[in-house]
């Protein structure tokens, strides 16, 4: 049974994309936000329907979550290998997927964005959206934060600080 595209599903791809877990059937994250967590369990729960009893919590040490999960796995591994020829236009499914990327790797750095390990085919479909990258840089760093803004907990999360009123 295929999994239907969502923008959940898709952000789960672009998390998967840059997971440095690469085990056949493990789907992972390693991160110490605790928001970015919380949104992996999330979606596998409500969206994926992920045993709550099948979720692995990593130790301290390794700040890992993640299940193991053939057919999502399988899923979420054919999504990230055909990122260029699905995420062609700006959508709630690209979104979503770059804000995946984004909040796994990403690292903003005196204004600038990076995204750690952009290899060819996401330098091509950041491209087709136009988000210019060079190396790992992102280099029009507006218009990135402008397509993720709706999707990334990250973004969300320094958004909330800037306009928190004990700033």
């Known amino acids: 049974m295929k999994i239907k595209l969502t923008p959940e599903l898709c952000y789960m791809a672009g998390l998967f994309s840059k997971s440095s877990h690469k085990s056949k059937n493990f789907v992972s ?22 045993e ?8 301290d040490e390794d700040k890992s979550i993640g299940f193991y999960h053939s057919r999502i796995a399988k899923q979420l591994q054919n999504v990230v290998s055909r990122e260029t020829f699905i995420f062609k236009k700006i959508n709630n499914f690209s979104k979503s997927y770059v804000a995946g990327m984004f909040d796994i790797s990403g690292h903003i750095r005196l204004g600038n964005i990076e995204i750690s390990h952009i290899k060819l085919d996401d330098a091509f479909m950041l491209e087709n959206l136009g988000v ?13 934060i402008d397509l993720i803004r709706d999707s990334s907990i ?14």
Do not use: C, W
């Open 154 to 167: 990250i973004i969300k999360y320094l958004n909330k600080q800037m306009h928190s009123p004990n700033r």
């Open 29 to 50: 994250i390693s991160t110490t936000k605790e928001e970015l967590k919380e949104r992996f369990v999330e979606i596998a729960i409500k969206n994926l329907m992920v």
């Open 132 to 144: 210019h990258t060079k190396g790992d840089a992102v280099l029009n760093t507006q218009k990135f």
């Open 52 to 59: 709550p009893t099948k979720i692995i919590v990593g130790s």
